[in-house]
């Protein structure tokens, strides 16, 4: 396997172009993560969709035969979550923690997501604002801390561990490990707290099939509630910055939004498709040889599937790099298959309440920068404005 040290910082100074060329000339591309692991980039919108869905690439570490200079940055103590786990562990757990995800539930959280909108909305003044730090910042850390049941005064800044963890930085497992640790031990307070006083919450409910149903272990329900918070966290904020941003770029749209003619949910399914939160799929490890893309791929080998570039593939999308909330949606933002993303809903209702406030109570609001100042984080794993300058 040959490799290559620069595909990924090129990446994340432009994603878009360089997937574009190596859907073109290596659409199954043999490379190295920044710490040194080798690892094949998947771009095309098929064998992503195929790789996502396949039963020969396993979440399980065990299954790689190789690594890279820090081995894994992820602590024993929260390795027992969904996305490093297998059908049937996989299946018991996604099981679950589905009940805290259904219609029903998300129907009764409609109401707080409301009025945590309107309060954050409520204590903007002047103007001009960030909207990231106004809105598409306290609105998730928020929402997914009352469905787990933190509460506010034990709520630490979120923000900061999520950047840590997906920085792309060549050290930033080591970084990372920090960040962990320090989220392992909140939660573990959080946990404590909650054993002896528990409400009606997801995080109650999962202490309850823990300690009364032995539905899961200790470490399962730590590494479930660090998943939980994480990525319900940072999509959902990349989601709503991103969303608002792409219809500030596209005034048009935001009139169609306005008058009716687009839904908001159309806006959110096409955002997920032109620049979906994650930017790449979870590590899967080949549990056989295989082929994918017509390029034969060792077992053992590490996979990455590359989402962003799925979703501007030329060959399943007409005008891919086009925001267009009429097309029909058919992306991989959320992922395919069996791990397709648990919080879909959750980030799709937060996401609509909040656009439509906005748009409802700031009608005039356009952007305050020219668009070529807008910046995205430096990140080669996920795709999210750093800040979205509004004025009105």
């Known amino acids: ?8 910082e090129n990446l994340m100074a432009d994603p878009h172009g360089v997937n574009a060329h190596l859907r073109d000339t290596s659409p199954v591309h043999a490379t190295t993560t ?29 299954n790689a035969h190789s690594s890279g200079r820090y081995q894994s940055s992820m602590p024993p103590e929260l390795d027992a979550h969904l996305l490093n786990m297998d059908p049937p562990d996989h299946t018991r757990l996604r099981r679950l923690v589905s009940k805290a995800f259904t219609p029903r539930r998300l129907d009764g959280l409609r109401d707080r997501i409301q009025a945590h909108t309107d309060a954050l909305l409520d ?17 998730p850390m928020a929402v997914i801390c009352e469905l ?13 561990w999520t950047n840590t963890l997906l920085s792309p930085a060549p050290n930033a497992a080591l970084d990372s490990r920090t960040a962990m640790r320090e989220m392992y031990a909140f939660l573990k307070v959080v946990i404590a707290d909650k054993r002896a006083q528990p409400t009606d919450d997801l ?6 099939a823990r ?82 893309g017509g390029v034969a791929i060792p077992a053992g080998s590490r996979i990455w599937v590359s989402l962003i570039s799925a979703n501007r593939d030329e060959a399943q999308f007409e005008k891919p790099n086009t925001f267009d909330p009429s097309r029909a949606p058919a992306h991989l933002g959320f992922g395919h298959g069996i791990h397709y993303c648990l919080g879909a809903p959750l980030a799709r209702l937060e996401g609509e309440i909040a656009l439509s406030t906005l748009l409802r109570r700031f009608p005039s609001i356009t952007l305050a920068v020219p668009a070529d100042e807008l910046t995205w984080a430096p990140s080669f794993h996920k795709r999210g404005l750093l800040q979205l300058p509004v004025t009105w």
């Open 148 to 160: 787990l049941g933190v509460p506010a005064d034990a709520r630490h800044d979120f923000r900061t």
């Open 34 to 62: 920044p710490d040194g692991a080798p690892v094949w980039l998947v771009t095309r919108y098929e064998d992503v969709r195929d790789a996502l869905n396949d039963p020969r690439l396993s979440l399980n570490k065990d």
């Open 123 to 139: 204590a903007v003044t002047g103007s001009q604002t960030d909207l990231m730090t106004a809105l598409a910042y306290p609105l």
């Open 1 to 8: 396997m040959t490799t290559e040290t620069t595909v990924f």
């Open 203 to 208: 995080l109650s409910a999962m202490i309850e």
């Open 211 to 292: 300690d009364e149903h032995d539905s899961l272990t200790e470490p399962e329900l730590l590494a479930m509630a660090f998943l939980i918070l994480f990525a319900g966290y940072d999509n959902a904020v990349n989601l709503i910055g991103t969303a608002a941003g792409a219809l500030l770029l596209h005034p048009e749209h935001k009139q169609a939004v306005a008058d009716g003619t687009t839904s908001v949910r159309a806006v959110l399914e096409e955002t997920m498709r032109w620049n979906a939160p994650f930017t790449l799929g979870v590590r899967r490890f080949a549990l056989e040889d295989l082929t994918i």
